[in-house]
């Protein structure tokens, strides 16, 4: 098992639109998650971190479920601009190294 | 947010020919920075972890011999691709934290074509 697992999509949705990734991880010692967004043949960008109690910018929310292992982001109000690869990323361990899933492409069209 | 510059942005190289990235942190101290490669339509693989003043980590399957990583201040870290082959061709992406367990920044990235 992958330790960090993404639905790699794409999703395909219209603007408006209200659009959900979850992002799985196998390491219930895991410390801290973050969602990246990274533009096609662009370096990835941080554009949220999670936290325990759940945190929201705008129109995106991040919530963290510590018993199912899982972290989610939901995206309000689809922008054309928000169409890229949505990464999800988890601190494990002693050594706090980062570690990617494989992102979910998201395809927002008029 | 912190700065983390890469160079260079693009490189075509030679078959048999060796290659240097060079990621720097711009406004703060990295005793650890991340080297990743991702292939298209793929996640970024991390491929070792720079330390400053000791050797690399390099991760299983990723020969040491073969990328030599290189961290000789807080603020430099160098990937050298050695006798490049097609199959080397990627995207090569460093990263870099203020703090360990916090935020990565992460490089522009190097695309290297290997002809």
């Known amino acids: 098992r992958k330790e960090v697992e993404q639905d790699p999509g794409p999703f395909n949705v219209p603007e408006g639109a209200t659009v959900a990734f979850n992002c799985t991880y196998s390491?219930?010692?895991?410390?801290?998650f973050f969602w990246y967004r990274q533009d096609c043949r662009k370096e990835p960008k941080l554009l949220m971190s999670v936290y325990s109690s759940g945190n929201e910018d705008g129109r995106f929310t991040a919530q963290l479920n510590r018993a199912s292992q899982y972290i989610s982001l939901l995206i309000r109000d689809s922008k054309l601009s928000d169409s890229a690869t949505y990464l999800c990323?988890?601190?494990?361990?002693?050594?706090?190294?980062?570690?990617f899933g494989r992102g979910t492409s998201l395809i927002v069209h008029p | 947010g912190a700065v983390v510059s890469q160079h260079p942005s693009r490189v075509i190289c030679k078959s048999g020919t060796s290659v240097k990235i060079e990621c720097r942190s711009l406004d703060f101290q990295a005793t650890t920075m991340f080297w990743y490669r991702q292939f298209p339509k793929q996640s970024l693989m991390l491929m070792a972890t720079s330390n400053e003043g000791s050797k690399a980590t390099y991760e299983q399957g990723v020969e040491k011999d073969k990328f030599l990583i290189n961290h000789a201040s807080l603020t430099l870290s160098t990937l050298t691709v050695t006798s490049a082959h097609p199959e080397d061709s990627s995207f090569y992406i460093c990263s870099a934290d203020l703090a360990p367990n916090t935020e990565a920044f992460f490089g522009q990235g190097t695309r290297l074509t290997v002809v």
């Open positions: 990323v988890v601190n494990s361990g002693g050594s706090y190294i980062p570690t």
């Open positions: 390491n219930s010692a895991s410390q801290s």
